[in-house]
């Protein structure tokens, strides 16, 4: 049977299953302790978390379905349940993207990714250096989707001109080993697609992850993690995870050995001559980006100095998400040809973000919102007693691995939608900083690697026809062993230096509503 068919019929039986486990926990009594509001919203859950597994029914249609059922069952008022939906952090996510759009239309990412290339040198080895640097650091603000394929025709061309070997051929010939040429088309694919997914880590927007686990932080706990704040980690794991996995690609699992590429260098060269010079709405879009990066990295410091509260007594209620929409705003103003009326952004452009993204997003935050006003959160941590003065290195880990393989098989927005509540309820029931066991999960939900579901990158990749399932699965397994390992060290070890927390301290804002 094939993969379509196995997808069909697994929608077929998601599709009343889902349902059906609804209907069945509404029907049976109420655990004891636990409110019927809470109970309701445990059920709403199961029937999110089944149609988001087999995808049923669109992944954003499911997400919508707090706005219908919390009113109709009583949990909540429509105003209540719609609220989680215009969340701040969604704004910033959608600044994020009105900007990435805005470089999508006049190709600045793809000439980011070509100089990158170039500057880093044109051997296999440092080819396939480049072309991760380019992705990863474009997943820093750009949909890892949309960045995956973008990079993806760059390298077949380099890969065809170098190797004489196209898509097909590398298919064709998956079973050679040894092959250098092979090697190097296999390696330099792969390498986009990890790189993708490691760099989306770097920053809040550079993975929905990341933006689902902050604004769930936000609507539970009423504590903020700030732009920089984030990146402080989160760069420093993406960098070594890139280093590893380049590592690993180009000495160990597709090793070129001293080969030498015919023509690689040339077709960078050719791609950079189409781009031609810079354009002048380039230069705005750069000086644009720049300043709203800058801003988001400054805005930390700017609310505590003295001559900023001096000039803006008010400036503490500037958010993250009030830079990102500033920024968009900007290059709806910015002209391109004032005489003709145009902008860096028109509607029309900016009307291609993903809204299926920002949807999903308020699923994620309603689901949040629902456990924390009901005291499900409260009632999770209650039945977790068992786990206090438990090891955090050994449940983080624990946690970290288990996140990683079940991302293999579902979409990792949803898998972190649903993680990051019962983590927080874990953590209070250990009596330890949340964020010793939410923190792990989120970035493990972005580092699975092995199959072409995992991942949108590595549904592209796979869809390209260079690799194999088994080839991905291989190098994947190594991946998700040594990222498990490098979460789990950098969330038990590092996080508490970069930002200045105990994770064996249960902090006074860790408090689950009853």
């Known amino acids: 049977m094939s993969s379509n068919a196995n997808a069909g019929n697994g929608k077929k039986i998601g599709f009343f299953l889902g349902p059906a486990l609804f209907i069945l926990m509404l029907l049976l009594p109420v655990p004891e302790g636990m409110k019927p509001a809470a109970w309701k919203v445990a059920a709403v859950t199961v029937l999110m978390a089944t149609w988001w597994i087999t995808e049923a029914i669109p992944i954003p249609a499911t997400s919508l379905l707090p706005i219908a059922l919390f009113p109709l069952l009583g949990v909540m008022k429509s105003n209540a349940a719609t609220a989680p939906y215009a969340n701040h952090l969604i704004y910033l996510f959608m600044g994020g993207f009105f900007i990435a759009v805005t470089m ?3 190709n600045l990412h793809r000439r980011v990714a070509i100089h990158t290339i170039k500057a880093v040198g044109t051997s296999p080895a440092k080819m396939t250096l480049g072309f991760m640097i ?7 603000w750009v949909s890892n989707t949309a960045t995956t394929m973008m990079m993806v025709p760059i390298g077949l061309a380099v890969v065809q ?9 590398l298919r064709a010939h998956s079973s050679d080993k040894g092959s250098q040429s092979i090697n ?23 993975t929905p992850p990341n933006t689902v686990m902050v604004g769930m932080v936000e609507k539970m706990f009423g504590v903020q993690i700030g732009f920089a704040q984030w990146m402080m980690f989160g760069v420093p794991l993406s960098v070594i995870m890139i280093a590893i996995c380049w590592v690993l690609l180009t000495k160990i699992l597709f090793s070129t050995g001293d080969m030498e590429l015919a023509g690689g260098a040339a077709i960078i060269d050719q791609e950079l001559e189409k781009l031609g010079p810079m354009k002048k709405e380039e230069k705005r879009i750069v000086l644009t980006g720049c300043f709203v990066a800058a801003f988001w990295l400054a805005r930390g410091f700017l609310k505590k100095a003295v001559f900023v509260k001096a000039v803006m007594p ?14 968009a705003l900007l290059l709806f103003c910015i002209p391109s040809n004032f005489k003709k009326g145009e902008f860096l952004l028109d509607w029309k452009t900016a009307v291609k973000i993903p ?32 786990l206090e003065g438990a090891s955090i290195l050994v449940f983080v880990g624990a946690v970290v691995l288990i996140t990683i393989f079940l991302t293999e098989i579902t979409s990792n927005t949803a898998t972190a939608t649903l993680l ?31 199959l072409p579901v995992a991942t949108p990158p590595n549904a592209v990749i796979f869809g390209s026809g260079c690799v194999t399932i088994k080839q991905m699965a291989s190098a994947g397994l190594w991946l998700n062993i040594i990222g498990a390992v490098l979460i789990t060290a950098f969330t038990t070890y590092l996080l508490p230096v970069l ?8 902090p006074s804002w860790a408090v689950m509503p009853q």
């Open 499 to 506: 930002w200045g927390i105990d994770l064996n301290v249960l």
């Open 314 to 327: 008010h400036f503490g209620m500037v958010a993250d998400a009030t830079i990102g929409i500033l920024g």
């Open 104 to 106: 999508e239309r006049w």
């Open 134 to 140: 380019a992705t990863a650091f474009l997943s820093m």
């Open 355 to 386: 809204w299926d993204v920002i949807l999903l997003f308020g699923g994620g935050l309603a689901i949040a919102n629902g456990f924390a006003k009901t005291g499900l959160a409260a009632y999770i941590a209650s039945q977790l007693g068992a």
């Open 420 to 450: 990051v509540p019962i983590m927080g309820a874990a953590a209070i029931a250990m009596g330890v900083h949340p964020f010793a066991t939410i923190i792990g999960a989120c970035v493990a939900a972005s580092f699975a690697f092995m």
């Open 184 to 206: 190097f088309g296999k390696g330099l694919m792969l390498g986009i697609a990890y790189a993708a997914s490691m760099g989306g880590v770097a920053t809040i927007i550079g």
């Open 161 to 169: 001109q170098a190797t004489g070997f196209d898509a097909e051929a």
